[in-house]
């Protein structure tokens, strides 16, 4: 069995020596989830910046006078890149990804269980064309809108979402979290592994600010994949269709006087980023502690 394998906590039913008539499975782990998603989004507000174009270097757009161009804002009721349908009794999330941005949840939370499903759709736009399709997971998201490069979205800590690097990380503005990963040589970047030791990963980190995941567990692109997102007292997990990808803690933001600040509560962003993709399933429970297995891998 992989090092890397997660078995949610199950209850099993006794087995009698007698013969058995008609076997059973085990049941199912009973958990009071909190369903995030309904036909409204009642639960979620959106941010949309830009249509990022090729060769976007980081610095606010502007038009062709060289007058800045204003994001598109939160909550525009004139663009509909977040939309819902229904398939079944699954009410389903469709992320244009048109626009940079991204859905928030309007609430925070803190030492929690996340869980959604998503699958790419075809179409890509813009910066993305030639490009591999992308979206993430965007947690413990504090502060300002627009915080970082792409001026799309808050400080954060980001669970990657993308055609073979679904489970990377990205630090986001001046976030920044130490992860069990091998070191990286030349131009390599850092590759997540539970054998090695905890590296620091943010924007000054001598290891950079991203980190690759353990191994690719993404299924076909009309297959649904479920992610796994487990945080607690600044320990996370990164869990894509069952395998664990990645060991992180410790984290934190970093003022720009060197000061490290806990970052272990906020809310959570879908980000839109040019890659048609859907979502659904989307829920979260508060724990209050990791399972024995979850806390070995520390």
């Not at 819902?84 to 609430?107: A, H, P, S, V, W």
């Not at 592994?193 to 620091?200: D, G, I, K, N, T």
């Not at 479920?226 to 992180?248: A, Q, R, Y």
């Not at 970052?263 to 209050?288: P, T, Y």
Request: one cysteine or more; charged letters at 25%.
């Amino acid at each position: 069995m992989s090092f890397y394998k997660i078995l949610l906590p199950a209850l099993f039913l006794a087995i009698s020596c007698s013969p058995v008539k008609n076997e059973q499975k085990p049941a199912e782990p009973e958990y009071e989830w909190d369903e995030l998603i309904d036909a409204n989004l009642t639960k979620w507000d959106n941010y949309l910046s830009f249509q990022h174009q090729p060769g976007y270097d980081g610095t606010p757009p502007k038009d062709e006078n060289g007058e800045l161009i204003a994001p598109i804002g939160l909550n525009n009721p004139n663009y509909k890149v977040f939309s819902t349908f229904q398939e079944g009794d699954d009410t389903i999330i469709k992320n244009t990804g048109e626009y940079y941005g991204c859905l928030i949840t309007k609430e925070e939370f803190k030492n929690y269980h996340f869980q959604l499903k998503y699958k790419w759709g075809g179409k890509k736009w813009a910066y993305r064309k030639n490009l591999l399709k992308d979206s993430g997971i965007l947690y413990h998201s504090v502060g300002p809108m627009a915080a970082e490069y792409w001026r799309s979205w808050m400080l954060s800590q980001e669970f990657q979402i993308m055609e073979g690097h679904t489970g990377d990380f990205w630090s986001q503005a001046n976030s920044a979290i130490d992860i069990k990963a091998y070191k990286p040589e030349s131009n390599l970047d850092p590759l997540a592994h539970e054998s090695q030791e905890y590296l620091p990963i943010s924007m000054n980190s001598p290891y950079r600010n991203y980190c690759l995941r353990s191994g690719n567990y993404e299924k076909p692109h009309d297959e649904w994949n479920t992610l796994d997102l487990f945080c607690f007292e600044g320990k996370s997990l990164h869990v894509v269709n069952g395998e664990v990808v990645m060991i992180l803690k410790n984290s934190r933001y970093i003022e720009e006087d060197g000061k490290e600040i806990p970052l272990i509560k906020g809310k959570i962003q879908l980000q839109s980023e040019a890659a048609e993709v859907f979502f659904k399933d989307i829920r979260i429970r508060e724990i209050d502690s990791l399972t024995q297995k979850q806390q070995a891998l520390f």
